[in-house]
């Protein structure tokens, strides 16, 4: 005799293929909301790097919620960062096109090196 109960699930039909319905996280709205790309990375880093991290966020159900917090610190300082270095090395008067087009480029590089170390990796 077996100590556990069968999970009884509710099913959703799509397209003929029943897809039971599951709730990741303990609130609905961070399960509907697609991950941004700091919270993918994040996901992927916990996941192939910090498995028992992971795991524990996982089974207590915060894992996307702490993805999503993640992604939303990450797109926050980044922009940030990018004022502060336009700030810091304004875009010269006669440059041309190009020329912004590298200078912006440069700021979000540098933005994203920092975010990626400090958010995203730590």
């Not at 100590?3 to 961070?30: A, R």
């Not at 089974?59 to 502060?84: T, W």
Request: net charge negative; hydrophobic share 35%.
């Amino acid at each position: 005799m077996s100590k556990f109960k069968p999970v009884e699930l509710e099913y959703e039909d799509v397209d003929g293929i029943l897809y039971p319905k599951i709730q990741i996280s303990n609130d609905i709205k961070d399960d509907e909301r697609p991950l941004g790309k700091y919270g993918q990375m994040r996901f992927r880093y916990l996941k192939e790097h910090k498995t028992l991290m992971y795991r524990e966020m996982l089974i207590n159900s915060v894992l996307r919620e702490h993805c999503h917090r993640v992604n939303d610190e990450a797109n926050e300082v980044s922009i940030l960062i990018e004022e502060q270095y336009l700030k810091k090395h304004p875009i010269p008067k006669d440059c041309g096109f190009m020329d912004r087009v590298r200078h912006y480029n440069t700021a979000r590089s540098i933005a994203e090196e920092f975010v990626l170390n400090d958010v995203v990796y730590r």
